[in-house]
């Protein structure tokens, strides 16, 4: 018969500060955060109630996945105010604005988009610029 269940901590000492075992269901003590910790790794062990007692081990990594929780964040936030000579031909790069998004995979892509001038934001005109 089954006696106990506990979690061992291995070189990942807070990872029992996030993370719990109650009769063999692992649970989160409070909301996990992938941008803070993404990986949380302890033993789980289950010991009998005999004479004398048995156990077993089993190493359990624990991987937060990603959501969509990040805003993109501009590298250089201010206004950026260029100056353009007049007369340059099509295709002439005025500027270069970059992005950064905290998530990971699809929810870090960032799409670029030009509004029109003195736009509110739901008047805008979406570029096909792509950033991957």
Do not use: C, H
Request: net charge negative; charged share 30%; no cysteine.
């Amino acid at each position: 018969m089954l006696e106990t269940y506990q979690m061992i901590v291995g070189q990942d000492e807070n990872s029992l500060k996030y993370i719990f075992m109650v009769e063999g269901s692992v649970m989160t003590r409070e909301p996990l955060d992938r941008e803070s910790k993404s990986v949380y790794a302890m033993w789980a062990e289950a010991t009998d109630g005999g004479d004398p007692p048995r156990g077993a081990r089993v190493p359990l990594r624990v991987i937060v996945t990603d959501i969509n929780d990040n805003s993109p964040l501009f590298a250089e936030p201010d206004e950026d105010v260029v100056g353009v000579r007049e007369q340059q031909p099509p295709g002439t790069e005025v500027t270069r604005v970059r992005a950064a998004d905290a998530d990971e995979g699809n929810n870090a892509s960032i799409t670029y988009s030009i509004l029109k001038e003195n736009a509110s934001i739901k008047d805008y005109a979406r570029s096909k610029i792509k950033n991957r």
